[in-house]
């Protein structure tokens, strides 16, 4: 719980060290999302918005969505970081499940951020859903299924 505590605060002192503008890594996700996207013949961009810590993909001239500091994946590494410490193994398999499942967290994160822009241009109706429910759900879900293959196997 006090790794919680801490990450999160350090995490929180560090996204308002940046306010009104966007921090680093929400800027990096969009940028990367913005690839991935023109990588499947998408051609979108990512573009701070002035003065406000968000950053907008557009598409042509459209304003498709905006990628918030919540939208960046952090919280969700924290959380499955503080369990594995919780539940520590040997340090070296510890440390490559770690940085595995970052890998694949920041991997979904991004494929989640393109296909909530993928739904808000050709579905903009359900894109609460999706983005509230749909897709954070999945990745919690994997999440979960990592920390239950630690919990089987991290020994």
């Known amino acids: 719980m006090g790794l919680y505590l801490l990450l999160n605060t350090f ?54 969505v905006l990628v918030y500091e919540g939208c960046n994946g952090i919280n969700v590494v924290i959380v499955y970081l503080v369990f594995l410490v919780a539940y520590k193994g040997e340090f070296l398999r510890l ?3 770690v940085l595995g499942g970052i890998g694949l967290i920041h991997l979904l994160n991004l494929i989640r951020v393109g296909l909530l822009a993928e739904v808000a241009l050709f579905y903009p109706d359900y894109l609460y859903f999706f983005h509230k429910f749909f897709f954070t759900g999945f990745i919690y879900a994997v999440v979960f299924a990592l920390w239950f293959l630690w919990v089987k196997r991290r020994n």
């Open 95 to 97: 440390l490559k499940f």
């Open 11 to 64: 995490y929180g002192l560090w996204i308002q060290s940046y306010y009104p503008l966007v921090d680093p890594i929400t800027l990096w996700v969009a940028e990367q999302t913005t690839f991935l996207l023109s990588y499947f013949g998408q051609e979108f961009t990512a573009l701070p918005e002035s003065n406000s810590p968000n950053v907008a993909l557009w598409m042509k001239d459209e304003l498709i």
